[in-house]
């Protein structure tokens, strides 16, 4: 049975990749402080900023990184020039979660995987290094996942917006900003599919259709039966601008694919309570 490392797997991704995958491989994970996980024998305590990692993969003995993990810029950029080098000297491959981030320096067109990124945002440009260093890797090595806004029933994101509307607070919105999203459902089946046909390269992971950042929200907060919301309008162009990731290349089967609707749909207190 393949021998699967989530890093950050304590995270709301990370998390729901180590649900999808368990009963499958033989999967651990790493957390940094909850006491959840301490009872889990498949969990391995690990904080970045104190080092570590080279003793949890001879432990582990991975045939497979996924690397979820967030925290500091400088320590995550370390951190991933060593997992780099690791899978180039040993027979072990890395599959790093991205972000369409990478391309938020272009407004006028969505972007597909083999693209030029260019980012003006700190987030984006880190994730263009940690990107660059896997792709000197042969294509066999690595899995780059970009990912778009992910939504589930107990994301941060959805938690945020439920709590907003319940005080009463607005919600900030981009209405010039076209987007794509995905559900954490979906996303856990997608890298599951892409894990089992040991697939390789860049993909884009998300809805093959595209919504306004505003009527995505908009509906997102009306499909939770939330009859009033306050939302906060914010411009940062005056023209329309695309943070959006289209798979080209690397397409999955159609039954792996996924609309805005459906990740609504996921979203909908409203439909489950009826």
């Known amino acids: 049975m393949k021998r699967i490392l989530i890093l950050g797997g304590s995270g709301f991704i990370g998390e729901t990749l180590y649900k999808e995958l368990c009963s499958y491989f033989d999967t651990y994970a790493t957390y940094r402080s909850s006491k959840n996980y301490k009872n889990n024998r498949h969990y391995l305590q690990y904080n970045m900023e104190d080092g570590g990692i080279e003793d949890i993969l001879k432990t582990v003995k991975p045939k497979l990184i996924i690397s979820a993990i967030r925290g500091d810029f400088e320590n995550q950029l370390e951190t991933h020039r060593f997992l780099t080098d690791f899978v180039k000297n040993h027979d072990c491959r890395l599959m790093f979660l991205s972000s369409a ?89 997608q890298i599951h599919y892409i894990i089992n046909r040991q697939l390789s390269g860049v993909f884009h992971l998300g809805s093959h259709d595209l919504i306004g950042h505003y009527e995505f929200i908009k509906a997102l907060v009306e499909r939770r039966n939330h009859k009033k919301a306050t939302f906060k309008q914010v411009f940062t162009t005056n023209n329309i601008r695309y943070l959006a990731t289209l798979p080209k290349e690397n397409k999955l089967p159609v039954h792996l694919q996924i609309t805005y609707q459906e990740v609504l749909d996921d979203l909908d207190l409203i439909r489950k309570i009826i």
């Open 101 to 189: 981030n990478v391309f938020d320096a272009f407004q006028h067109y969505p972007s597909y995987e083999y693209d030029k990124t260019l980012s003006e945002s700190i987030y984006g440009r880190l994730k263009i290094k940690i990107e660059n260093g896997l792709l000197r890797l042969p294509t066999a090595k690595y899995v780059i996942a970009r990912l778009p806004m992910i939504f589930g029933q107990h994301s941060p994101r959805v938690r945020a917006i439920d709590l907003a509307v319940q005080q009463g607070q607005a919600i900030e919105v981009f209405p010039n900003s076209i987007i794509n999203v995905n559900s954490d459902r979906k996303l856990a089946q």
